[in-house]
């Protein structure tokens, strides 16, 4: 029985359903065809805002203050590099001192999905990457990643999908081919996740979790695995806000759940992970201007106080986030990132 891996494996499974950041714009992880779709239209946005704001480079500064709010450093964090197609094709990243730590490139297809990324250091030496091989409904197939060269497989993962794409079967290979891990879905008939099993080397069962709205853990009869329950709830509140709830019990009766809060806009505006003792382990709040634009981002976490956060973001008259502040949890202004665009 490995219930640290468990633990571990559903906690992913809850975070991964109700956050989503700035960033992920630039990393695109494979998904269900409704969730492709979604992440396509995003980025098709974005895509066009570029476009028509005429965009082709990207220079982001870095501002750091004592605790006076003296200025103690300002230099050049990150460069970027659009193409006319509003895709982002190259990223240079500079360490605290201004200095050339790494560059990135990025591959796309005509959606938008990201097939290839390559990690350079500052002498042009090949440190990491990844290629996707996707398919013609744009969902990725094959994912494959690189280290050191890059020819050199460090480990890859192939996913396959049923007729309403969603995906039913993920292996994963080490460098030699051999499979290290694989994950296996089932669906009721409705599209709603029914079960989901994952396994070791040799194929061992390490564990399952049950999409159940009963929500009673059960130990499974092979005495090497561990049975979670799992049950996601759907309501509206009086804002017509949409408040999902993901519970997950495990066979000793302890339940975590997370609560998501989305507005009518269909934008986050609240994530909390509760504990089994009910209590906030985890929460996110964001809040948005008249335009849906993110204005406010804050973190807190009852168990790692010192990590709490709050991020402010400011646009310009285009809608371009410019200027980002990243306070800490005593709200003192820790630094600020400053985007010039042209």
């Not at 092979?222 to 049950?231: E, F, G």
Request: proline content about 2%; overall charge positive.
């Amino acid at each position: 029985m490995n219930r640290k891996k468990i633990i571990l494996f559903v906690f992913v499974l809850l975070f991964a359903t109700a956050t989503y950041s700035q960033s992920e714009y630039y990393w695109f992880t494979p998904g269900d065809a409704q969730a492709v779709k979604m992440y396509i239209e995003k980025r098709s946005q974005i895509r066009d805002s570029i476009i028509k704001n005429n965009i082709r480079n990207v220079t982001t500064y870095y501002k750091q203050f004592d605790k006076k709010g003296n200025i103690t450093r300002n230099v050049v964090a990150t460069e970027e590099t659009y193409d006319n197609k509003g895709d982002l094709v190259v990223k240079s990243f500079y360490d605290y001192k201004g200095r050339p730590k790494y560059t990135c490139y990025y591959t796309y297809n005509s959606s938008g999905i990201q097939t290839a990324f390559k990690k350079f250091d500052k002498k042009g030496n090949y440190i990491s990457g990844w290629e996707y091989i996707v398919n013609a409904n744009n969902l990725v197939e094959k994912r494959t990643f690189y280290n050191k060269k890059e020819s050199a497989v460090s480990w890859s993962e192939s996913i396959t999908y049923n007729d309403a794409g969603q995906p039913t079967k993920t292996v994963h290979t080490n460098k030699k081919g051999k499979v290290f891990s694989s994950i296996e879905t089932d669906y009721y008939t409705d599209g709603n996740k029914k079960e989901v099993r994952h396994y070791g080397k040799k194929g061992k069962l390490i564990s399952v979790v049950k999409y159940d709205c009963l929500a009673v853990g059960v130990i499974s009869n092979n005495k090497n695995s561990d049975t979670a329950a799992s049950c996601t709830k759907s309501t509206y509140d009086a804002d017509s806000n949409k408040i999902i709830t993901n519970e997950i019990v495990y066979p000793n009766g302890k339940m975590w759940r997370s609560i998501s809060i989305i507005n009518k806009q269909g934008k986050l505006i609240e994530w909390k992970s509760i504990n089994p003792k009910g209590e906030e382990a985890y929460k996110e709040t964001h809040t948005y201007n008249d335009k849906g634009l993110e204005i406010t981002h804050t973190f807190t976490s009852s168990k790692y106080t010192p990590h709490n956060y709050r991020l402010e973001y400011v646009y310009d008259d285009k809608g371009q986030n410019t200027v980002t502040k990243r306070y800490n949890r005593k709200n003192i202004l820790l630094y600020e990132t400053h985007k010039f665009i042209r």
